[in-house]
């Protein structure tokens, strides 16, 4: 397969941190591969090992039909990688960047000269085109940093958190350009450690965690996996959360998730509208007033959940520290960071 990405086995130890425990992948030919996990679960030295950035202690891997560990220069012909990091040269326009990686992949002038022009237009970039980048926004350096690794049109891309430390706005054009890439048939293998990213872009999604891919699948294959759906209550007082969540548990099929800031009551059922309808009169005996019920499918959010065995407390801090929906409210696991 010309296009895909292939790897078994991958293990990486630095001193005594495991990064990689074995990771296997398989991303066939044209397909976008979201690795999805928390900060530290070895999304970056998995990519740097398909990149031939870092050499694996043991594994396999083979991209773009070539194998990474016999052949990596013939890999790297056949790349691009658009780091966690963005690597641009801060004194140049950005113009002069896309011209000058053309020129490193031995384009011909002329040649790098209208690929930079495409790019840029591609990238919403031309108006800033002669500037030089370190005037750039965020948002910007990160339109240049994946166009610069575009120059070539590489039939395997690799994106390392593309969209992290962006403002909404930003990632919503990001993902706008990501997805006429894919569109053009290249295959993506991208990390994320948002779950509405990895929902929105990707067509298969590998949860890694400690250095191990723990589940893979489709976004509604993983969902279908946590069970069905969710009967979510806000209520309207926040002493009554207690009482409401003695009847979530009577009715529910699992956990029932608490978030104090939103008064959000969350449990997994069985039974659909009936059941709603039960619930609905239950609370109303108890004299619990609420202010949004209703009944909706699992979100990946439940999914990683129920796969990392993350309690839900922790998810309830999260979104309490920022509720506007904005996935950088997500913030990184740090108690698994801690665990390490
Ligand atoms: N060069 C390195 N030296 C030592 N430890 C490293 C190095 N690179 C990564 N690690 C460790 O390996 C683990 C996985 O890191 P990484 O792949 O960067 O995770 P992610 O990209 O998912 O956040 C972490 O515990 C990290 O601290
Ligand atoms: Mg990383």
Same mark, same amino acid.
């Given at each position: 397969?010309?296009? *895909? ?10 001193? %005594? ?17 979201? &690795? ?6 070895? +999304? ?5 090992? /398909? ?5 694996? !202690? ?11 560990? +016999? ?9 691009? &990688? ?12 950005? @113009? ?6 053309? @020129?490193?992949?031995?384009? +011909?002038?002329?040649? *790098? ?28 350096? @990160?339109? /240049?940093?994946?166009?610069?690794? $575009? ?34 048939? =290249? ?11 990895? !929902? ?8 890694? !965690?400690?250095?191990?891919?723990? *589940?893979?699948?489709?976004? %509604?294959? /993983?969902?279908? @996996? ?28 699992? %956990? =029932? ?7 959000? &009551? ?9 059941? $709603? *309808? ?5 609370? %109303? ?9 209703? $009944?909706?499918?699992?979100? /990946?959010? !439940? ?8 309690? #839900? ?15 950088? #409210? ?5 108690? +698994?960071?801690?665990?390490?």
């Amino acid at each position: 397969m010309p296009g *895909a990405i292939h790897a078994e086995g991958l293990v990486k130890t630095f001193g %005594d941190v495991k990064a990689l425990d074995g990771v296997d992948l398989d991303v066939p030919e044209g397909t976008v591969l979201g &690795l999805l996990g928390p900060n530290g679960a070895g +999304k970056t030295t998995t990519v740097r090992c /398909l990149t031939t950035l870092l050499r694996p !202690d043991s594994g396999t891997a083979v991209v773009a039909g070539i194998d990474v560990l +016999k052949h990596p220069d013939a890999v790297r012909r056949n790349i691009g &990688l658009s780091g966690q990091f963005a690597a641009v040269d801060e004194y140049l326009t950005g @113009r002069e960047n896309l011209q000058m990686v053309g @020129r490193l992949y031995q384009l +011909k002038a002329a040649a *790098a000269k209208a690929r930079a022009e495409e790019l840029l237009e591609q990238f919403h970039l031309v108006d800033a085109a002669d500037r030089p980048t370190k005037t750039y926004s965020g948002g910007m350096r @990160r339109r /240049l940093d994946l166009a610069a690794a $575009l120059v070539v049109s590489p039939p395997v891309m690799f994106m390392d958190e593309p969209t992290t430390g962006l403002d909404p706005r930003n990632r919503q054009q990001l993902w706008e350009v990501i997805k006429q890439l894919v569109s053009g048939g =290249t295959t993506l293998l991208l990390t994320t450690q948002y779950l509405e990213e990895a !929902d929105h872009l990707a067509h298969d999604i590998a949860v890694v !965690d400690q250095g191990r891919v723990i *589940a893979q699948g489709t976004s %509604d294959q /993983l969902k279908a @996996r946590t069970g069905g759906e969710r009967v979510e209550v806000v209520v309207h007082e926040r002493e009554h959360i207690p009482t409401a969540a003695e009847v979530l548990r009577g009715f529910g099929k699992g %956990d =029932t998730t608490v978030e104090e800031h939103t008064r959000k &009551l969350t449990v997994p059922v069985t039974g659909g509208a009936k059941l $709603l *309808a039960e619930v609905i009169r239950e609370l %109303d005996t108890r004299g619990i007033e609420i202010d949004d019920i209703g $009944l909706r499918r699992p979100t /990946l959010d !439940d999914v990683f959940l129920s796969l990392t065995g993350h309690v #839900a407390e922790l998810t309830a801090e999260e979104n309490g520290a920022n509720g506007s929906g904005d996935p950088a #409210a997500k913030e990184p696991r740090q108690q +698994k960071e801690a665990a390490k």
